[in-house]
Structures are given as C-alpha cells and as structure tokens.
C-alpha cells in the first residue's frame, strides 16, 4: 500500500513539473544549420504551394528505354507509370524517378495561362505509351491500359489534393507546348479522368448554350475561337487566320476535349467547348 502511495505522488510530482514548464514562455526551438541557427517559431500566412501544375505525358517507348532514358538521360520526371504496373498488397506501384520537392526536367520550353517554365511549378507524370506511327493514311495511336489509368488517377488524385491544384491547371504536355507535343495524345482518357475529379471538363449544358443549335462541325471564324483559347490559357497567336501555329493549338485542345477529330479545325462545337471553359474556370 505504502509502494503504491509513493507512485501516487511520484505523478502528481511530474504531473506539477509538466504544469509549470507548459507556463513558461515558448522556448525557441532553433534548428542548427552548422556556421547559424533558424527560429521557425512564428510563420507568415501568407503562403502556399510552389507546385501548381500537373502536367500528363506519354513517353514513346516501352518500359525499359523509358526508365533508361528517364534515369540517365537529359529528361525526367516525377513518376513513371509502366504498361502494366506491379501491384503490392492489391495496390499499384507506381515508379517515383525525382522526389516532389525537386525540380523535373519534362515540360521544356512551356507555356500555361500566363506563366511559363512548367518544370519550375509542376509534377510530372510519364506514362509508358507507345504514342502514335504515322502512313500515307494519317497517324495509328495506342491505346493506355486500364491498368494504367487506374494508377494515374489514384496518384493523379492524391498530387491534386496535397498541392490543392485547380482542375484547369491539371494539363497535357500538349496543351503546354502544343508546336512541339502531342503527349498524352487523343487516346488519353480525360474525361474519364475528370468524373473521378482529376482535370477540368465543361458543363454539358454549357456547351449546348453556346453551340446554340449549330451542327457540331460547321464552321466559324477563327479570331473568336483564338481568343476563347487564349483565354483559357493556351498560348496561340491572335492573327484572324488558320495559320500553322493556330491549327497546332487548335488540333491540342482537340485531342484534349474533343478527341473525336482533332485536325485543327474551328468549328461551332470548338468554339462552345472552349467558351464553356472560360466561364467554367476563367470567370
Ligand atoms: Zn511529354
């Protein structure tokens, strides 16, 4: 009995000892960076992420020149999405070649709403896809496992969230650099992607309000629909004309909402689809 009253007070000791040092004023808890010390103690509010930007690529090639040429070469990226991922525990395993907080070398020369520089403020995703080969008869593209879709929204979901990045900023390496890219390419699954809350995607009903009864494929001016893009965040000249350059950006905006045909066209569905973005995500 005696033993046990002792352990009593023996607490209530500590328990007094922990009351009284929690009474002090808050000790600066410096970190030591060899030759200075830090005091984190007070932060500012304001602040947030430097990632802004998930940017989507297929690689080209197959799984073993991908992480050859990702590891050793002079691109890279985030995360490597294989033809068929492992799993373990029922999970798939995706590759992670560059950590978070270190800068990727996948978008290039790259331009999105105003801001360029991509590798800068972004995470990159490169999927294993073999991309396109191209005949006299157009351009054969290839289609993305389910697999790998499946891994691509679990990671793509979980990046999003932790850098809180708006749906518009979630974006292909074609729509960032449309002369030069193609990637992820027609076949990428997108709206699949944004019903799962990964991507941005127009309002039905936004669409239709804005193809206001036209047929889908007739066609409209350019300058109108240069500007729609521009103010969506592509970067396209403003000249009035189909020039090369317009129907590149055109074609990429195409494979990314609108896959059915993306030649380049202006057309009225186009024109809706990209109007209906801008009052989605611009307004
Ligand atoms: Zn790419």
Partial sequence: ??????????????????CCTSNKPN??????????RVDSAISSRSQNERVRFLVMH????????????????MGSAHYLVPVLPDTSDGKPVVLQLVPEDKRAWHAGVSQWNGRGNLNDTSIGIEIVNTGFTE?????????FHPRQIELVARLAKDVIRRYQISPDNVVAHSDIAPQRKYDPGPLFPWAQLAQRGVGAWPDKTTVDKYLAGRAPDSPV??????????????????????????VRTIGAF???YR?????GAADAETEAIALALVEKYRS
């Fill in 254 to 256: 195409q494979m990314h």
């Fill in 259 to 263: 896959p059915a045909d993306y030649r």
């Fill in 1 to 18: 009995m005696k033993r046990i009253l002792l352990a009593g007070k023996c607490l209530a000791m500590v328990a007094m000892l922990t």
């Fill in 221 to 246: 001016p350019v300058a109108p629909l240069q500007a729609a893009l521009a103010a969506y965040g592509y970067t396209i000249p403003q000249t009035g004309q189909p020039d090369e350059e317009t």
């Fill in 135 to 143: 005949d006299e008869t157009g351009k054969t593209w290839y289609d």
């Fill in 27 to 36: 000790r600066p808890k410096y970190i030591d960076r060899g030759d200075y």
């Fill in 58 to 73: 297929y690689t080209a090639v197959d799984d073993a020149e991908s992480l050859k040429l990702l590891t050793t070469g």
